[in-house]
Structure formats: C-alpha cells, structure tokens
C-alpha cells in the first residue's frame, strides 16, 4: 500500500508547529485534498504508447515512465482513501497492490508517481490550513 505520510522536515516543523494543540480536522482535509488530486493525476490522460488488453479486449495507452500511471480499469483511484488514525497525524492512500510498483517503478519498470507530486502540489494549502488551527487554538485557548 502506497502511503505518503510527508518528509521529515515537514514533520518536524509540524511537530513545533503544534505544541498539544490538536490540528487532526485541517491534517484530514489535506489528506483528502492530496487523494483528490492523486485522482486527478491518474485520470489525466499522459502521452505513452497505445498496448492492446484482453479480458476484456482494449486499447490502453501506457503512460511514460515519470509520468502519472493511466487509469484502465479505475481500480486504482477506486480504492484510494484519506483518513486519520491517530492524532495530529493523517494520510492519503491507493491499497491496490500495484501501487506501491507504479509510484516507485521495480526492477523491471520506471516509476510512474502520482501520489508524491499530489502531496507535494497540495503541502503548501496544508500548511496553511494548519496554520489556521493553531492561530484558533491560540485564540481559544
């Protein structure tokens, strides 16, 4: 299972950032903002070659190797999910068994990342939105 949980800097300065204060509701919606993302990148057609499938007989375009995987059957942005498990800590995902091989290739293929450049084009919002929390923690507290 493919999980982008963030960088080590980012949890760092989060970490600092945070000081007790619970900031788990603005983690979960930049979650949710990088699986939409991640969704978008998948379903965005990337220039490749065209293969032929069976079962059921297709044309597929096979994306190029650093560009976002093309969706074929949907599974993969089917069974992506957000969520939180443990305070002050959230994460997007793809549980398809493939997914870890199209984000970071294997000895046979280049990889094909979607969920790092969702993460890093929604980290910016994210930090913001944590931002936000704690100036109304700040206020609130």
């Keep these: 299972m493919a999980r982008i949980i963030g960088d080590r800097a980012?949890?760092?300065?989060?970490?600092?950032?945070?000081?007790g204060a619970d900031v788990t509701?603005?983690?979960v919606r930049a979650?949710?903002?990088?699986?939409a993302e991640y969704i978008e990148k998948v379903q965005?057609?990337?220039?490749?070659?065209?293969?032929t499938r069976y079962s059921p007989?297709?044309?597929?375009?096979?994306?190029a190797p650093g560009s976002a995987p093309n969706t074929?059957?949907?599974?993969?942005?089917n069974n992506?999910?957000?969520?939180?498990?443990?305070?002050?800590?959230?994460e997007a995902w793809s549980s398809m068994g493939y997914a870890d091989d199209l984000e970071?290739?294997?000895?046979?293929m280049a990889p094909r990342p979607a969920m790092q450049p969702a993460f890093d084009e929604t980290k910016q919002q994210a930090l913001n939105d944590i931002a936000a929390a704690l100036r109304k923690d700040m206020r609130n507290g």
């Design 10 to 19: 980012l949890n760092a300065r989060l970490t600092r950032m945070a000081r």
């Design 104 to 108: 970071f290739g294997t000895h046979k």
């Design 44 to 51: 965005q057609v990337s220039p490749g070659r065209t293969e």
């Design 72 to 77: 074929d059957t949907g599974d993969l942005v």
């Design 57 to 63: 007989r297709r044309e597929v375009t096979v994306s």
């Design 80 to 90: 992506t999910g957000a969520g939180s498990f443990r305070r002050n800590q959230a």
């Design 31 to 35: 979650a949710e903002r990088t699986r």
């Design 25 to 27: 509701p603005a983690l």
